[in-house]
């Protein structure tokens, strides 16, 4: 969780995290220096399969998250429940589509 919150300067245990973190990061910001700097970064410990895998879990997870937002996929209440500490200890409110949430995990439309 550190990792997330950015508060893990080296590695957590996952070969390369730092910058795995730093250009995911990047994609979703748009700040195309950072990027090429995040990527460069990135390609310099990676192989070229493990590159493409990276930008398509980021992708996957990116279209996902985004279906789900659009549509108000609410959580069901078994997984609200065991979920809550880990989306405390995330911190999702400080994302942006947040604000797009009512607390019983609808969309505002």
């Known amino acids: 969780m550190a990792a997330v919150h950015g508060e893990v300067a080296g590695e957590v245990g996952i070969e390369h995290a ?50 789900a937002d659009s549509t108000g996929i609410p959580l069901d209440e078994p997984i609200k429940e065991i979920s809550a500490e880990v989306r405390e200890e995330l911190d999702l409110g400080r994302f942006g589509s947040s604000k797009n949430t009512f607390p019983g995990g609808r969309v505002r439309s």
């Open 18 to 67: 730092a910058e795995l973190v730093r250009f995911t990061e990047a994609v979703m910001r748009d700040d195309d220096a950072e990027l090429a700097q995040a990527r460069d970064a990135l390609r310099a410990v990676l192989s070229d399969e493990q590159f493409v895998d990276t930008c398509a879990v980021i992708g996957a997870f990116n279209v996902v998250d985004r279906i």
